[in-house]
């Protein structure tokens, strides 16, 4: 499974990167729409809705996300809205959500849930293109502590996590997620000049601790979410990783607060 996951990515990255590089911000938005509308067709089978509703849904928070990418100028306080929207929710109501395995069926309610997931993270995707590399070095913090956890706590897991919501996450894997990106905090840090430096070291540190946390919380969520529907992934899209949904976990919960990071540094 981790070989197939991997030969995924192999052939996934080159394409991603190459759009994040070379396509102009409004073809870059229209690249990543159907990610966003795939993945919300996941989140509203997740949900209980039936297959209508679940189409427009879907064209519902894609319909948003495209209006508030090609909104004017000023919309730019728009964006820090939603960021911040995502960013109250992740720290103000998942922990609680998960610490106390709510069981939410009110179809309105996960809608919106859904929404706050799914549409400010794309357009943290979009907007944070004008400076590629580092959109690349935040989605870097999740991708390198999702392998680095996965590595870690096949070798060494033995104290669970959240046993009643994901077995197979470990405290060892969190570990080994965070020495990880530690030692990338340092590389960037020890490799990128003085003077193009986006914050302190100590503020980085702080900065990919905290984005540790919110990405084990969204893939915790999402894995909630799954237990709550009876279903292993949230679709089979994607070899050795399931569905959208289930690669982007946790940036549905780290690109709204990175891009809201960056923005107001």
């Not at 709510?102 to 996960?110: D, G, I, K, Q």
């Not at 929404?115 to 993270?121: E, R």
Request: proline share 6%.
């Amino acid at each position: 499974m981790f070989l197939t996951r991997v030969l995924t990515v192999l052939v996934a990255l080159p394409v991603f990167a190459a759009a994040l590089l070379l396509l102009p911000p409004w073809l870059w938005a229209l690249f990543l729409l159907p990610a966003l509308f795939i993945a919300s067709l996941e989140w509203a089978a997740l949900a209980g809705y039936g297959a209508a509703a679940r189409t427009a849904y879907a064209a519902f928070t894609s319909l948003c996300a495209a209006a508030l990418f090609y909104l004017p100028s000023d919309g730019a306080n728009l964006d820090l809205w939603a960021y911040a929207l995502s960013c109250a929710f992740w720290v103000g109501i998942a922990p609680f959500w998960l610490a106390r395995r709510w069981t939410v069926r009110n179809p309105l309610v996960l809608g919106a849930v859904g929404w706050i997931a799914l549409v400010p993270m794309w357009l943290a995707l979009t907007r944070l293109q004008a400076h590629p590399y580092v959109l690349l070095m935040f989605m870097s913090v999740v991708w390198i502590a999702d392998t680095a956890a996965y590595l870690a706590g096949r070798k060494w897991g033995r104290r669970k996590l959240a046993p009643a919501i994901s077995p197979g996450k470990s405290w060892e894997g969190v570990l080994g997620a965070a020495v990880a990106l530690g030692a990338y905090c340092a590389a960037l840090w020890f490799s990128v000049p003085a003077g193009e430096r986006l914050f302190p070291l100590a503020t980085g540190l702080a900065l990919f601790a905290v984005l540790l946390a919110l990405s084990i919380e969204g893939d915790l969520f999402e894995s909630w979410m799954k237990r709550q529907a009876g279903v292993k992934d949230s679709g089979n899209l994607l070899p050795g990783h399931g569905g959208i949904l289930d690669r982007i976990d946790g940036l549905t919960s780290t690109m709204p607060a990175a891009a809201l990071a960056f923005y107001l540094r």
